[in-house]
Nanobody, 115 residues
């Protein structure tokens, strides 16, 4: 089992940057995939970015070139650097741990992009 706590959300301006952090309650070095998902009002939760144990990554087309996911196994942390923010990035962002046989989720952090 793993508990996940997100932080770093808030209000960002179009074209600006925010950095989300996800703190895990246990070692993440052996976790198959850590990811960030988001859910906007009235929409389904969608994958934003994911990073595997070999540090390979994949991104939603809508955030490629703007967002960067990273993990620090020594600190049990996962980050999402969000640059060139757009109003359509507004959503609740969730950290996810995929253990292969079970998923764990954080409580989410709100990101609002508005001028």
């Amino acid at each position: 089992q793993v508990q996940l706590v997100e932080s770093g959300g808030g209000l960002g301006q179009p074209g600006g940057s925010l950095r989300l952090s996800c703190a895990a309650s246990r070692s993440i070095g052996g976790i198959y995939a850590m990811g960030w998902y988001r859910q906007a009002p009235g929409k389904q939760r969608e994958l934003v970015a994911r990073i595997l144990t070999d540090s390979s990554t994949n991104y939603a087309d809508s955030v490629k070139g703007r967002f960067t996911i990273s993990r620090d196994n020594a600190k049990n942390m996962v980050y999402l650097q969000m640059n060139s923010l757009k109003p359509e990035d507004t959503a609740v962002y969730y950290c996810n741990a995929d253990l292969g046989f079970q998923d764990y989720w954080g409580q989410g952090t709100q990101v609002t992009v508005s001028s």
